[in-house]
């Protein structure tokens, strides 16, 4: 089958259109025709050999798929030939085939577009977890979001306005908070060129806010939980920063908050039954037009290596795709 290929970690400058073996179904797996496969920031992190998983080489980049299943394991029973799913593989999407373990395969009704699917329900689910298990958001309280504008961010800021919250976006330059206003933040903060923990302050008539959904950690966690309400969640969803942070551990006491851990693929394993209930959830909402998803720009097959150097743009805050 063609795919694109890495032979060696660190350099882009090194994947190749070439071809691979057909992948094979093991018991539990299944085998799915490519469609198109939305472009992410660990698939960069995974080519630099910085991410807590690798692959065997030679491999190709790509771990959110959008296709038909074409082949089953021995052992599945629960999906068909057929079904148009999306599959979240870490990596093998860009191949026009790819074998997937049966629980990273979720299903995709006719309703939702391709670009939809393969650039959005990630993040979405992602923060749609944090948000109404984990944090239990509540209708008229309010949310910081810090990196806002990043894919669980802004899946974040829309999210929470479509749950009747009060939404304050923080990030890094006036640009990524422009995008935030647009996908319905209610208030702004540019992090880098303000003091964090009193706009918070400011923004609240001191009372801080309900809740922080947080995936961007290092230096911003601190002052985030410093500005947290009484009784406030606090949601570590990831590092993006590059720092884990060291939480002074009397702060959580003098707020009476909770620090609550956002681990959307083990979740979505280990409470299947909910996380489809979340999937329909989101379903429905893109449907109705409360949400819109991320801005998707279309690759085709033999550029994909563009599209991943795209995501050494930061101030891209597009979607890529790229259609097998």
Not at 70 to 85: A, F, M, P, W, Y
Not at 103 to 118: K, L
Not at 158 to 172: D, N, R, W, Y
Not at 256 to 276: H, M, P
């Amino acid at each position: 089958m063609k795919a694109i290929i890495c032979k060696e970690f660190g350099s882009l400058e090194k994947l190749e259109l070439g071809e691979l073996p057909d992948p094979k179904p093991t018991k539990d797996k299944v085998i799915v025709a490519v469609e198109a496969c939305g472009v992410s920031y660990p698939d960069l992190l995974i080519l630099e050999n910085k991410y807590q998983f690798q692959p065997e080489l030679p491999y190709s980049p790509g771990g959110e798929v959008v296709g038909r299943i074409i082949e089953l394991g021995q052992n599945v029973s629960h999906l068909t030939v057929g079904d148009r799913v999306l599959a979240l593989c870490r990596w093998g999407g860009f191949a026009e085939k790819v074998a997937v373990d049966t629980d990273r395969i979720f299903m995709i009704p006719s309703g939702i577009a391709t670009e939809t699917a393969a650039g959005s329900l990630y993040t979405y689910s992602t923060s749609l977890h944090a948000l109404q298990d984990r944090a239990q958001l509540q209708a008229g309280e309010t949310i910081l979001v810090l990196g806002a504008a990043g894919g669980v961010g802004l899946a974040a800021v829309e999210l929470a306005k479509a749950m009747g919250a009060k939404v304050i976006a923080a990030a890094s330059s006036d640009e990524k908070l422009e995008l935030t206003r647009q996908k319905g933040a209610d208030a702004i903060i540019n992090y880098e060129s303000e003091d964090l923990k009193a706009r918070i302050k400011d923004l609240t008539d001191g009372r801080g806010v309900d809740v922080v959904l947080d995936p961007v950690g290092g230096k911003y966690t601190e002052p985030a939980l410093r500005a947290i309400a009484w009784k406030g969640r606090y949601l570590i969803v990831g590092f993006a920063n590059g720092g884990i942070p060291q939480i002074p551990m009397n702060l959580p006491l003098l707020k009476g908050c909770s620090i609550i851990g956002v681990f959307w693929g083990r979740f979505s394993t280990l409470e299947a039954d909910q996380n489809k209930r979340n999937l329909e959830q989101l379903y429905h909402w893109f449907a109705e037009g409360k949400l819109s998803g991320k801005t998707a720009v279309s690759y085709q097959f033999e550029n994909a290596k563009q599209a991943l150097m795209t995501l050494l743009d930061r101030n891209n805050f597009s979607k890529g795709i790229v259609w097998i």
